[in-house]
């Protein structure tokens, strides 16, 4: 019996020695991939407030952002809606698109991709990219645009507007206007 016993000890030892002492793999390192170039930061449906002196100039939400250190820029997608306000703190238009981002060191925001910004005055801006400039204020994009107000419907290339959507320019223009 004590040489059965003896046996099977044996026989555990082996099996534990030769299955347990296999060559450990180890993880594939992928060499095209450039750290560098990955998001330092990620987020779903996150805010990021503007605000300057203790005033609030926008806050923008996206479904998802991306944060790049190196770039100094936030990526934003999975849609975006950005709310501007006055100095008041009165909201004076909403701005949505599918993607955008955000530069870090001034806080300029560029939207793309089906961009429509609508002022609580009843102007609506429809483009494929816009940019809003925060030092100064300003929304813009040389690219097509249509604007409807209550009196107009014009299109054009080429824009420049308050963040009000009230004092705007367009520099190509095309559209119908009503003559007062």
């Known amino acids: 019996m004590?040489?059965?016993?003896?046996?099977?000890?044996?026989?555990?030892a082996a099996s534990i020695f030769f299955f347990g002492c296999e060559e450990k793999l180890k993880p594939s390192i992928i060499q095209t991939m450039d750290s560098r170039s990955l998001?330092?930061?990620?987020?779903w449906n996150s805010d990021i407030v503007v605000s300057d002196s203790g005033y609030v100039h926008a806050i923008i939400h996206a479904g998802n952002l991306?944060?790049?250190e190196n770039d100094h820029r936030t990526q934003?997608?999975?849609g975006v809606i950005v709310h501007f306000y006055d100095t008041e703190g009165k909201e004076t238009s909403i701005l949505t698109s599918e993607e955008g981002s955000v530069d870090e060191t001034t806080n300029n925001l560029e939207a793309d991709k089906h961009v429509i910004a609508t002022s609580t005055n009843g102007s609506r801006l429809m483009?494929?990219?816009l940019f809003w400039d925060n030092?100064?204020?300003l929304i813009h994009t040389p690219e097509y645009v249509e604007i409807t107000t209550t009196k107009e419907n014009i299109n054009g290339h080429g824009?420049?507007?308050d963040q009000t959507l009230k004092n705007?320019?367009?520099?190509?223009?095309?559209?119908?206007?009503h003559a007062e």
């Open 2 to 12: 004590k040489r059965l016993v003896k046996k099977f000890i044996f026989l555990i």
């Open 39 to 43: 998001p330092q930061q990620e987020s």
């Open 66 to 68: 991306r944060v790049f």
């Open 76 to 78: 934003l997608t999975q």
């Open 127 to 129: 483009t494929e990219r």
């Open 135 to 137: 030092q100064r204020q």
């Open 159 to 161: 824009f420049e507007s």
């Open 168 to 177: 705007y320019k367009i520099f190509t223009v095309t559209g119908k206007g």
